[in-house]
């Protein structure tokens, strides 16, 4: 089939994020000391979907009027999850540190990006001081947070953790993909082993397969592999099987020593030996070398989720609430 050149970069952007009630404050009283903002990311400094969505929270608060310095203050913390710190063990020490943080820097809200810092920061720190009722928004999450205690329902969470969920744009990714090659039919997705990954898997068949019924592209296998061996077998294996090449996740491949395989690894090698389109369902996916991806806006899903809290005179403590389940959405091309 005829596709473009590699070095055409597509990126379709999808967001897919929680609606929070009307209403809020947006600036404190002017003779309010600055709210303590702690921004808690589940992976390491250089993750492109962390920086994007930190960024994208600090561009909210700045649209909704509040200036650093002036109405708060921030400190952020990288909990490492993906490259370092990787067992669960590791990550609840980790977490630990966090807690130690919160404590020291007296923090009035907290936002805690993608699943780990979720599950281990706010869930755990919630379930722990469920008196103190310490806000926390999360984004860039994968798992239904209703499988946490502390959150009762996508249309109303109560307590004191909400945000914004993360949703794969499979339909959307599909149809791009027929677009790059109008005779495509197949795409085989792969993915690494990490936690992120076992949640996407575990529940494509239930939120794509089991509602779509005119998906663009047929799902032959969606895979998880450990190694960056089984990545290059998958990879050769399928140039007769597949139209599509798709990419879910690469950040947790694993060399023979065990050692984390740098993204840059992974997709320089698979953009020279894979001679089928590739497709990444990150949006982040295009600019690491891959052909096209389609995929959650982190950094319009940061804007949305910081401007959410607002202080409560009553008890000086932040307050926000509203719904998680996904309701609104922007594509662009």
Not at 4 to 9: G, Q
Not at 206 to 212: A, F, G, H, I, T
Not at 231 to 259: C, H, P, S
Not at 274 to 303: C, F, Q, W
Request: aromatic fraction near 10%; charged fraction near 25%.
């Amino acid at each position: 089939m005829t596709v473009p050149t590699k070095i055409v970069a597509v990126i379709a952007v999808l967001l897919l994020v929680g609606c929070f009630s009307a209403g809020w404050i947006l600036r404190t009283p002017a003779a309010a000391p600055p709210q303590r903002v702690l921004v808690v990311n589940s992976y390491h400094e250089g993750m492109q979907l962390e920086q994007e969505l930190q960024r994208g929270i600090l561009e909210g608060l700045s649209r909704a009027g509040y200036v650093e310095g002036n109405d708060y203050e921030l400190s952020t913390f990288y909990m490492d999850t993906k490259i370092t710190y990787t067992t669960p063990e590791q990550i609840e020490q980790r977490a630990e540190a966090v807690f130690d943080l919160i404590a020291e820097f007296k923090s009035d809200i907290v936002f805690v990006n993608n699943d780990n810092a979720l599950k281990y920061v706010a869930v755990e720190y919630t379930m722990r001081q469920p008196a103190e009722r310490l806000p926390f928004v999360f984004a860039g999450v994968n798992v239904d947070p209703t499988v946490y205690e502390p959150i009762k329902s996508l249309d109303r969470p109560g307590g004191s953790i909400t945000g914004a969920l993360e949703r794969i744009p499979y339909y959307e990714a599909f149809s791009l993909a027929t677009r790059i090659s109008p005779d495509a039919s197949k795409i085989v997705i792969l993915a690494d082993a990490s936690p992120s990954s076992d949640l996407v898997l575990g529940t494509f068949k239930e939120r794509y397969l089991d509602k779509v019924t005119d998906s663009p592209l047929q799902v032959i296998e969606y895979m998880q592999v450990e190694t960056f061996a089984e990545w290059k077998e998958k990879v050769i294996e399928y140039q007769t099987e597949a139209d599509f090449l798709g990419v879910l996740n690469y950040y947790q491949l694993r060399d023979e020593n065990g050692a984390v395989v740098p993204v840059s690894d992974v997709v320089d090698w698979t953009v020279h030996h894979n001679k089928l389109p590739e497709l990444g369902l990150v949006s982040s996916h295009a600019e690491d070398g891959l052909l096209a991806a389609v995929g959650v806006s982190y950094y319009d899903t940061g804007i949305y989720v910081g401007p959410c809290w607002r202080r409560d005179p009553r008890r000086q403590r932040s307050r926000h609430d509203g719904h998680l389940r996904p309701q609104r959405r922007g594509c662009c091309v």
